[in-house]
């Protein structure tokens, strides 16, 4: 069975560089065709697909945060990680680590995606 958990830090201040790493288990992040997507859920709001990383390393970004995003690998570790940078309060939010197809990239649908890990809260304060 594929399994996904998020790690990082819970609390992080104002303009420092978050930084969540997803472990993923039953299935390699190299294995054909599959996305390795970082969603996120600001309080009261809806779910926001921040960008993925692929099967072959290619990366993908929400045009909104591209700028401050970056998301990377270890194939040894099979873990793909998470860097956003600048993080203000409204950063603040439960980050989410998911598999899904190519279909899935761009959607922050849970049904678009087939796997989740159970997600990680992650404040922004000083």
């Known amino acids: 069975q594929v399994q996904l958990q998020e790690s990082g830090p819970g609390l992080v201040k104002p303009s420092q560089t978050l930084s969540l790493t997803c472990t993923v288990s039953?299935?390699?992040?190299?294995?054909?065709?599959?996305?390795w997507n970082w969603i996120r859920q600001p309080p009261g709001k809806d779910l926001e697909w921040i960008g993925a990383?692929?099967?072959?390393?290619?990366?993908y970004y929400a045009p909104s945060l591209k700028s401050r995003t970056s998301i990377s690998r270890d194939t040894s570790k099979n873990q793909f990680t998470l860097q956003l940078s600048s993080v203000t309060p409204e950063d603040t939010a439960v980050y989410y680590c998911?598999?899904?197809?190519?279909?899935?990239?761009?959607?922050?649908?849970?049904?678009?995606?087939?796997?989740w890990g159970q997600g990680t809260q992650v404040s922004v304060s000083s």
């Open positions: 990383i692929s099967y072959r390393g290619t990366t």
């Open positions: 998911t598999r899904g197809p190519l279909d899935a990239l761009h959607s922050a649908r849970r049904e678009d995606h087939d796997y």
């Open positions: 039953g299935a390699s992040i190299t294995t054909n065709y599959y996305y």
